[in-house]
Nanobody, 118 residues
Framework: QVQLVESGGGLVQAGGSLRLSCAASGRTFSTDVWGWFRQAPGKEREFVAAISWSASTDYADPVKGRFTISRDTAKNTAYLQMNSLKPEDTAVYYC????????????WGQGTQVTVSS
């Protein structure tokens, strides 16, 4: 059974940093695409960043230059380093994984809360 578990969320002041982790279990994910998404109160879930099996990355415009996605295939873990945080980054952050051959993310974590105070 595949399971994703996020950690690292919390409360931080504007301008601060947090590092989110997403640990996967159930099978190996070395050839999958990992993604981070977020959902703020009253808003739809939105894409934040993704990293492919080849380590190519993609970022949403609001986080470019501030967030960095990475992965450790040996540990089946993905990370999201968030710097220069802004109050508008406040949301529940979710990690997700999909096979490279499909377009929809297949597995999702339970989410971790990130709150940025002004």
């Amino acid at each position: 059974q595949v399971q994703l578990v996020e950690s690292g969320g919390g409360l931080v002041q504007a301008g601060g940093s947090l590092r989110l982790s997403c640990a996967a279990s159930g099978r190996t994910f070395s050839t999958d695409v990992w993604g981070w998404f977020r959902q703020a109160p009253g808003k739809e879930r939105e894409f934040v960043a993704a990293i492919s099996w080849s380590a190519s990355t993609d970022y949403a415009d609001p986080v470019k230059g501030r967030f960095t996605i990475s992965r450790d295939t040996a540990k089946n873990t993905a990370y999201l380093q968030m710097n220069s945080l802004k109050p508008e980054d406040t949301a529940v952050y979710y990690c997700a994984v999909r096979r490279v051959s499909v377009s929809r993310y297949e597995y999702w974590g339970q989410g971790t809360q990130v709150t940025v105070s002004s």
